[in-house]
């Protein structure tokens, strides 16, 4: 067998702890066939040979929780994502309204909860420079909108309409409506005034994702919040050969409609089964036990510090999030859940166990993705219950929005259990990394160094945020790579660079492991990435 690709020049993480360096990799057919002296034989007249020049080449990385189509949307609006006050966020909402005059709605993605207080946003900053048509901003968190008084009007929100369930319309001392929408209960009536994309344009901004994605090395995805009508995009998008990643895709539950919705969503993944190929899977459920402590939307098992009387937005009473869990899990799907709050992570944690116990014990890799906060009486049920624990990484740092909303909500003691990344893998659980953009960034490599050293990109604190949290080079890596094939069943197929694998590689300009600085590390860009055999970057 000849070569089609030899990798030479560098060196070769295998990702495999018996065999993790090698200085040479050769690929056919889109799967690695040989390392070392063995991959340097099988050169031929016809290889294509790539010189590392000194760097590496690793296995590509997965993300484990990512919107590819919801946040490739989301770029189509005002440019809110990097303003850095409320005024700057005004200035671009005005000039995306005077640029875009036949919109019937202004909307945005992506703007810091930090910029007002408390993360109370007023309509009336707003209607001073679009006071004739909705605008519809969400937070970079996505549990919050901030919109102005016509978008209020034009849902039908008065200050006699009482929160739904589910959601929190946030109001002034005398009643009135602020202008802020916390959860899917009060958001959803002033999103229905975006207008929806067409499916051309929905599938040129899932097309763009994907390229985004491959060029920071990432060649598998797990679409964490896919709607039934999602799934023509996806298979448009892979029958058009414009995907440069994979993707397994999650469909979302909600209290309300997921009876209804089960047999849908058997119907949809025997479709995505049968044309998606080895490109696009739907093999998952998602469900939202609770919100982000930053809007004192997540479920905590203690009042929030700084509202004694309340414990946050349970999506699901425990009884129905069972039911639902153990009702998918027996069609087959896995089970993937949002839980930030400590309460809504042993809520997450009985559904689990529920199915497990309806349906019998099998390999089902229940997902929990985000644990924010986990009750140290729960930290040994991960392990117990086969659960992966999905976290984002970058989220492990003190940046603004730690410190001035996340910490005063909740308070120093529990704030010193937040993200548990190196607890939860000393205690043998599963763990798998994602980065959950759009809400944050969606480079691993970012991702790595903060889970490694957290601390902020400048170097706060100097000992790291809960430095007995950090994990080391190899096991952040994993993470994002072997971690995510395990968490979507594919384990056997890429994460790791070994004969029979699926050439997923990315190369890197320097050894990660030769660098002095985990700072430095954050910086790194992929030079090349690679899905099975073929170049995607």
């Avoid at 875009?100 to 420079?129: I, Q, Y």
């Amino acid at each position: 067998m000849d070569a089609e690709l030899l990798v030479v020049g560098g060196t070769v993480h295998t990702g495999d702890p018996d065999l993790p360096v090698t200085d040479a990799l050769a690929v056919s057919g889109g799967r690695v066939v040989a390392l070392g002296e063995r991959a340097r034989a099988l050169r031929a007249s016809g290889t294509e040979v790539i010189d590392l020049g000194g760097g590496a080449l690793l296995p590509s990385f997965g993300d484990g929780h990512v919107h590819p189509l919801l946040g490739g949307l989301g770029l189509r609006g005002a440019a809110i994502r990097d303003c850095g006050s409320v005024e700057e966020v005004l200035h671009e909402v005005r000039r995306w309204a005077d640029e875009n005059p036949g919109a019937e709605c202004v909307f945005g993605d992506g703007v810091s909860p930090t910029l007002a207080p408390g993360g109370r946003f007023e309509a009336r900053w707003l209607d001073s420079v679009v006071p004739d048509r909705p605008v519809v901003l969400r937070t970079m968190d996505h549990h919050t909108a901030w919109v102005n008084s016509a978008a209020l009007r034009r849902a039908g929100l008065t200050r006699d309409t009482p929160d739904p369930a589910g959601g929190e319309i946030v109001r002034t001392a005398d009643g009135e409506l602020l202008g802020t929408l916390r959860e899917w209960g009060a958001i959803d009536p002033v999103l229905a005034l975006v207008p929806e994309a067409t499916l051309d344009v929905r599938v040129d901004a899932l097309a763009s994702v994907s390229r985004m994605l491959a060029a920071a090395g990432i060649t598998w995805v797990q679409d964490a919040w896919t709607e039934l009508d999602d799934v023509d995009v996806w298979l448009t998008a892979a029958d058009r050969g414009l995907l440069a990643t994979r993707a397994n895709l999650a469909f979302r539950a909600t209290p309300e409609g997921w009876e209804a919705d089960r047999d849908a969503f058997a119907v949809a993944r025997k479709r995505v089964g049968e044309r998606g190929g080895d490109t696009v899977k739907a093999g998952t459920v998602k469900f939202f036990a609770d919100g982000v402590i930053e809007a004192g939307t997540a479920a905590l098992l203690a009042p929030y510090t700084d509202c004694p009387h309340s414990h946050g937005i349970s999506n699901w009473t425990t009884d129905e999030l069972c039911r639902a869990a153990a009702e998918v899990d027996r069609l087959g799907f896995q089970i993937h859940i949002h839980a930030i709050g400590d309460a809504g992570v042993r809520m997450a944690l009985d559904a689990i166990e529920y199915a497990d116990r309806c349906n019998g014990p099998r390999d089902r890799r229940a997902t929990i993705a985000h644990l924010q906060l986990v009750d140290g009486e729960d930290l040994d049920r991960f392990t117990s219950l086969g659960v992966v624990a999905n976290f984002q990484p970058l989220w492990a740092q003190l940046d603004a929005l730690m410190t001035e909303l996340t910490i005063p909500r909740i308070g120093a003691e529990r704030s010193a259990q937040q993200y548990r990344i190196g607890t939860l893998s000393e205690r043998g659980a599963r763990v798998a990394f994602g980065s959950d953009w759009p809400i944050t960034a969606y480079e691993p490599i970012r991702g790595i160094a903060t889970a490694i050293h957290r601390q902020t990109p400048s170097g706060i604190p100097s000992e790291g945020w809960l430095p007995r949290e950090r994990v080391g080079l190899e096991r952040a890596l994993a993470a994002y790579s072997a971690g995510v094939a395990y968490q979507g069943f594919e384990e056997d197929l890429w994460g790791r660079l070994l004969p029979g694998m699926r050439a997923d590689m990315i190369q890197l300009p320097v050894d990660p492991y030769d660098l002095s600085s985990t700072q430095a590390l954050g910086e790194l860009a992929v030079t090349r990435t690679w899905l099975g055999g073929k170049r995607v970057h």
